[in-house]
């Protein structure tokens, strides 16, 4: 069975301090790990999707990395409307079409 | 930008009544999945569809919760009798899965907030 576990659970950042996010996986065969941003009141949206280890992707202040047993979001300089929950999930081969396994996910504050 | 759409927003009812949610998903999409998301869980899946087929349910409450979809453009969940701890943000989501090539992202809706009475 495919789990994910995401640390820290909450953090708490002063503006302009970079920091980083963990999401370790297990999985049969890793097709894919997908980081989401959800806001209050808003489903999850989609940021970016890893499918092999030394994969990275970068979007404005977030750059997430791979690993063949885990990924990191690094939020570099972050700004207050950086603060969300970010959600780590993956699929493995063995699922059945494109089914998620989701993190718990941590809860960032980013303070002016 | 295409996205996928839930109704109703919010619905708070008592308990015994039934509640239907729906979503339209994004044009184009062959999977669709309904997931429950409460503070202590997370993120639970319930049941996900392909190409309209139920695909796995075993998320769901089988005795009191049904998905369908009646057509490509609408899903429906529902729940009869509801309880109190059904109490929960219910969202939809979709995706287009490739045979033997790298799925696309699951893109959510914003969910149905439901408080049951």
């Known amino acids: 069975e495919d789990q994910v576990t995401q640390s820290p659970e909450a953090l708490r950042l002063q503006e302009g301090e970079s920091s980083s996010l963990n999401c370790s996986y297990t999985?049969?065969?890793?097709?894919?790990l997908f980081w989401y941003r959800q806001d209050p009141g808003k489903g999850p949206e989609f940021l970016f999707t890893?499918?092999?280890a030394g994969e990275e992707k970068e979007k404005e202040r977030l750059k997430a990395t791979l690993t063949k047993k885990e990924s990191f979001l690094h939020i570099t300089a972050p700004k207050p409307e950086d603060s969300a929950t970010y959600l780590c999930?993956?699929?493995?081969?063995?699922?059945?079409?494109?089914?998620?396994?989701f993190g718990g996910g941590t809860r960032v504050l980013v303070k002016p | 930008d295409a996205r996928v759409t839930q109704t109703p927003r919010h619905k708070v009812t008592e308990m015994g009544q039934e509640v239907t949610m729906r979503c339209q998903p994004i044009l184009g999409h062959n999977t669709v999945f309904w997931y429950r998301q409460t503070m202590m869980q997370g993120l639970e899946l319930l049941a996900y569809?392909?190409?309209?087929?139920?695909?796995?349910d075993s998320g769901m409450p089988k005795d009191r919760f049904s998905a369908e979809m009646p057509d490509a453009t609408l899903a429906t969940l529902k729940i009869q009798p509801s309880e109190p701890r059904d109490s929960a943000v219910y969202f939809c989501a979709s995706g287009l899965a490739l045979s033997g090539g790298r799925n696309q992202p699951q893109h959510f809706g914003d969910g149905t907030r439901l408080s049951i009475l």
């Open positions: 569809f392909r190409n309209r087929a139920p695909l796995d």
């Open positions: 890893l499918y092999s």
């Open positions: 999930a993956v699929q493995g081969f063995e699922a059945a079409g494109n089914k998620l396994t």
């Open positions: 999985v049969s065969g890793l097709r894919g």
